[in-house]
């Protein structure tokens, strides 16, 4: 069968390769047309369009870059059209899917949305949207499933598949050498994927490391960047950038400094303690403050349905915070606290084989 994927982030691409190598074992005929990144390219098939030219953060980046985004999406559609897959399969990135899923829906084509918008936040209206342009949607976090019978609405719960991810993984037994680290305790910064990003929160968590000079800082770099781009805001630090071994990162790391998103999961998963931090333009985080309906910004947090990871937004973004939060967890009873709380995590978040579960539902339903 015929499966075009649409994927606008680093997470997605790695969820999206995951689900393509599980449709290939359900499958053998399997053939892939994308929107996604490197992961999935690995997997076969025709990559249309890279993520890094697709991801925006915040209203004012999004206004910025209206046109691009408008484009990618008349592409996206035309590209569908022309090659009339027998299903569409949508990876979080709602913003855009959530659209190409009505479109979808005008040339009768099925479209499955793989990981839930995160319509429990906030608009909760849009809970309608989905029920009309999605024809089967299949959700990551436990909490989901109930949130979506509320509306009347059945959805697969499939499982996380960042455990598919990380059961996967294998470490790297010469990461050390090879990397040049030497024996101190390594703290990672996770700085995220995104240009908006990178430029807010990098400089923060660099401006720690000087405080922490018996420990060694070692920044996880995005697929999509250059370590020269990365330059410009390690200047003369000598920070040191690993691309493509993020998990190796985390375990070896003694702490974190974490993006807030899916990186602070996966950093849980890996046990190692952490602190959240997130910025975003102003005007964005007033907004959101106003219209968010939950608790806690992290999965983590909102999973466990208490404070387990210190998320430090905006204002509270800043040297002292961070610095005073991260020397915290490098010993003594609040990291241990948070170890526990991460055995929770892990029965809460169940066995891997989401990807498997979903590509044979997908397959099922067709």
């Not at 436990?142 to 019978?149: H, R």
Request: some cysteine.
């Amino acid at each position: 069968m015929k499966y075009y994927l649409v994927a606008g982030e680093a997470s997605g691409d790695l969820h999206g390769a995951n689900l393509m190598k599980a449709l290939k074992t359900e499958d053998a005929h399997a053939n892939f047309r994308f929107f996604g990144g490197d992961l999935m390219q690995r997997q076969g098939g025709t990559l249309v369009q890279h993520y890094s030219t697709m991801a925006y953060m915040g209203f004012a980046e999004v206004l910025m870059n209206i046109r691009t985004i408008m484009r990618n999406m008349k592409n996206c559609k035309h590209d569908i059209a022309a090659w009339q897959p027998d299903v569409l399969i949508l990876i979080d990135f709602p913003g855009f899917n959530l659209k190409i899923a009505e479109f979808a829906q005008t040339i009768g084509l099925k479209v499955c949305f793989y990981i839930s918008p995160k319509v429990w936040a906030w608009n909760q209206k849009r809970v309608h949207k989905i029920k009309r342009v999605v024809n089967h949607l299949f959700c990551i976090l436990p909490f989901e499933v109930a949130f979506y019978q509320q509306f009347g609405m059945k959805v697969d719960y499939v499982g996380n598949p960042l455990l598919d991810a990380i059961a996967a993984f294998t470490p790297d037994p010469h990461f050390i050498e090879n990397n040049n680290f030497d024996n101190k305790k390594i703290i990672a910064l996770l700085p995220g994927s995104r240009k908006q990003e990178i430029s807010r929160l990098l400089p923060e968590m660099l401006s720690v490391a000087k405080k922490f000079t018996e420990y060694q800082f070692v920044i996880a770099g995005a697929p999509s960047f250059s370590a020269n781009y990365y330059q410009q805001y390690i200047g003369k630090s000598n920070v040191p950038v690993i691309f493509n071994g993020t998990y190796d990162l985390l375990h070896h790391a003694h702490a974190a400094i974490v993006a807030s998103g899916t990186a602070v999961l996966e950093t849980a998963l890996f046990n190692v303690p952490q602190v959240a931090v997130y910025k975003a333009h102003q005007f964005m985080v007033t907004v959101a403050r106003m219209f968010l309906k939950i608790k806690y910004i992290t999965l983590v947090n909102l999973i466990m349905d208490k404070l387990v990871i210190k998320e430090l937004i905006q204002e509270d973004c800043n040297t002292d915070t961070i610095s005073a939060e991260l020397e915290r967890l490098m010993r003594g009873s609040y990291r241990e606290a948070m170890l526990n709380d991460y055995e929770e995590l892990d029965s809460k978040m169940g066995q891997p084989g989401a990807s498997a579960k979903t590509a044979k539902l997908i397959i099922g339903y067709l």
